[in-house]
């Protein structure tokens, strides 16, 4: 899942490895994804190790009455000189390497393709505990759209183009073959919009 929203979601920035907190809504949001039917059988919660996972993985966890585990693989993508800056200021060319090139990265930053394959294989890795525990895991936009290509068995290099919501659920599970395989996408439930 995504954490809840921040003030720089709010304001349409980049925000990679900022470690800011969640904002008065993201609180709220994160509030009600933790009392999701979905996540009743949760018995185990992995955070990225920045402060609006770990405040929303703490919530999962009230929830389901188990303690985060902080795993840095989960941690979103550093954005490098970009980080912080409003998604206008961006340059126009940045935008476009990194859907040219999956090993692009900017000054300062991490390509797509790192995130790719620490999400991986941490994926990988949870994969087999989750075939005796549901595992809920709270991460960033490219660790999630990561997670979810590995899901649908797509390559490192393929770009997501799709929009993942502030404090959304994205569910992988056995497909028919026993695969992982993509079961949902974006449930907010009654999360609220602000």
């Not at 300062?108 to 620490?118: D, F, I, K, N, Q």
């Not at 979810?148 to 797509?154: D, K, Q």
Request: proline share 7%; glycine share 10%.
């Amino acid at each position: 899942m995504r954490h809840g929203r921040t003030a720089y979601n709010a304001s349409r920035r980049l925000l990679g490895r900022l470690d800011v907190g969640l904002d008065e809504l993201g609180e709220r949001q994160v509030a009600a994804l933790a009392r999701s039917s979905r996540l009743q059988g949760v018995r185990r919660v992995v955070t990225s190790p920045l402060q609006r996972t770990v405040a929303t993985a703490l919530a999962i966890g009230a929830a389901c009455n188990v303690e985060p585990d902080v795993d840095d693989r989960w941690v979103e993508i550093d954005y490098g000189v970009y980080d912080g800056l409003p998604l206008p200021e961006v340059p126009p060319s940045a935008w476009e390497a990194w859907q040219r090139d999956p090993e692009w990265a900017p000054d300062g930053g991490e390509s797509l393709g790192s995130v790719a394959r620490r999400v991986r294989q941490a994926c990988t890795e949870l994969w087999n505990e989750a075939a005796d525990r549901d595992i809920a895991v709270v991460s960033h936009v490219s660790p999630v759209k990561a997670a979810l290509a590995w899901g649908m068995g797509l390559s490192a290099e393929t770009p997501l183009n799709l929009f993942v919501e502030v404090a959304s659920l994205h569910r992988i599970g056995p497909g028919p073959a026993g695969a992982p395989t993509l079961l949902s996408l974006n449930e907010t439930g009654d999360r609220p919009a602000g």
